[in-house]
């Protein structure tokens, strides 16, 4: 029963959509109620008040309404622990399946005292506590798990304190439109595939130095020295020269030439070749059924590739 009205009460309140930018916590998205401990020195006072009046013991109601205006003051302590504090959203990198995804939250502090015990957590009950000095910005890293390919939601997160003294449980709630991209699980190590003749020279073309080969269009990652300045200062773009060592013949990470295995098999083990084929400084190229990704060798490659392999068969929303 407590928990069906828990959730009721969530659903009521979190109304809001997604939030983008940075949130400020003012008045409307704080909640406050008695704690466990705030209800046992609740039923406290009034025995003490019952006493108090039955004895007529005046120091009694002295003690009493001392103790009650201190639990009233600790509610506005936990609701000034909180208030203002503004809250954004940073980078989640990258991670594969079953690693721990890192969402990242800004906090910062613009008041002059400081916030203690500020606690943060999920539905599943990850949390992390932190402090926060007066006007200054902290980082704070919620770690969840990754449990399968695709785009990974923070889901609607928790921020709570008991401070000062336990007494009251002073929350709210934050669902930042972030995402973390969850890569395949790489497969245990497999060779390489053979290389396949697809220009009739032959010839396979591996990342190096030795010879220029050519200008590309810049990608996300390409090497600073590697840019070609003289034609940017012609007006032709933003372009990177490549260079190249002949190797062999040229490497393509074929979805078609794949075994009949189970679809979320065949991802792992091109994923697996997409992290080697990288690390010994191949070019190679990947063909899905429904896109292909033309050989280069660089960061913003294997992270196109790996983006390909994770989102393949799913809609992007």
């Not at 390919?149 to 401070?163: E, V």
Request: contains cysteine; hydrophobic residues 45%.
């Amino acid at each position: 029963m407590f928990t069906t009205l828990k959730q009721g009460f969530r659903n009521w309140a979190f109304r809001r959509a997604v939030e983008s930018g940075t949130l400020v916590l003012n008045q409307r998205r704080i909640y406050i109620i008695p704690s466990r401990q705030g209800f046992g020195f609740a039923f406290v006072l009034a025995l003490m008040l019952l006493g108090d009046i039955n004895y007529n013991l005046s120091l009694g109601y002295v003690l009493t309404f001392l103790l009650a205006t201190t639990a009233g003051m600790t509610m506005l302590h936990a609701f000034r622990n909180m208030a203002q504090l503004e809250i954004r959203a940073g980078h989640v990198d990258p991670v594969f399946a079953g690693e721990q995804a890192r969402f990242v939250f800004h906090f910062n502090n613009p008041g002059t005292l400081p916030r203690y015990q500020l606690h943060l957590h999920d539905d599943d009950g990850r949390h992390t506590v932190f402090d926060l000095d007066a006007q200054r910005s902290t980082p704070i890293e919620l770690a969840i798990p990754s449990t399968q390919r695709g785009w990974l939601d923070s889901g609607r997160l928790t921020l709570y304190t008991h401070y000062p003294l336990g007494l009251f449980h002073a929350w709210t709630y934050i669902h930042f439109d972030v995402r973390c991209l969850v890569y395949p699980r790489p497969a245990a190590p497999q060779p390489l595939p053979a290389a396949s003749v697809r220009d009739g020279t032959g010839k396979y073309l591996a990342a190096g130095d030795e010879d220029f080969s050519g200008l590309r269009n810049y990608v996300a990652g390409d090497a600073m020295p590697r840019i070609a300045w003289k034609a940017l200062a012609r007006e032709q773009g933003l372009q990177v020269k490549q260079f190249s060592a002949q190797q062999g013949q040229e490497l393509w990470l074929d979805w078609s030439l794949l075994p009949n295995i189970a679809q979320e098999m065949k991802l792992q083990l091109l994923t697996r070749w997409v992290l080697d084929a990288d690390a010994q400084g191949l070019l190679y190229g990947l063909r899905l059924p429904d896109s292909e990704i033309a050989p280069q060798h660089n960061a913003g490659h294997r992270a196109e590739c790996l983006r390909r392999l994770a989102l393949y068969g799913l809609v992007e929303t």
